[in-house]
């Protein structure tokens, strides 16, 4: 069975902080694609990073990057810099390409930045 | 490029009742997911459909049924409404190849449903 852990339920930081949100994971397939979603107040999720299980490379994004690292199952996510518009719930999410390919969201962690 | 769009935005049901959501996907993508959001939680997955057929379904019990249509549209229904059937729910579409799925999914706006 797959699982993914948000351990963070809320963090609030003030304007041009550093955040990080952390993601745990679990699985037995060896294949299989991690996610973060942006979901605003509006209620739609947004897209805004895949990676697959054999890239473990870290990505940069603007003031996005992401850690991938398999050893401890983590998939972590920071905000360099955070502004006001980056005030959301994200979420971390599982997908294996078996049974449907259906994807696994965590709980979310809902992030305040104020002004 | 047209998004994912969902109908009703919002509706209120009483218990025992049933209901139909609406999906339409993202122009050129072949499989609709539907997902259930309670409040303060993250999406749960329900199903989903690919050429018309259910390509997988979630813990949930058989009165949520689902259809997709020929253009790839798709309809959530759910029967005898519970309390606990009150939530968000979330359509979500993506292109899938017989047998690669890369799983990025576009998210509608969601139909809100309360049940009273």
Known sequence: AQKVTQAQTEISVVEKEDVTLDCVYETRDTTYYLFWYKQPPSGELVFLIRRNSFDEQNEISGRYSWNFQKSTSSFNFTITASQVVDSAVYFCALSVPTGGFKTIFGAGTRLFVKA | ?116
């Open chain 2, 1 to 116: 490029e047209t998004g994912v769009t969902q109908s009703p935005t919002h509706l209120i049901k009483t218990r025992g009742q049933q209901v139909t959501l609406r999906c339409s996907s993202q122009s050129g993508h072949n499989t609709v997911s539907w997902y259930q959001q309670a409040l303060g939680q993250g999406p749960q997955f329900i199903f989903q459909y690919y050429r018309e057929e259910e390509n997988g379904r979630g813990n949930f019990p058989p009165r949520f049924s689902g259809l997709q249509f020929p253009n790839y549209s798709s309809e959530l229904n759910v029967n005898a409404l519970e309390l606990d059937d009150s939530a968000l729910y979330l359509c979500a579409s993506s292109f899938q190849f017989p047998t690669v799925n890369t799983g990025e999914l576009f998210f509608g706006e969601g139909s809100r449903l309360t049940v009273l």
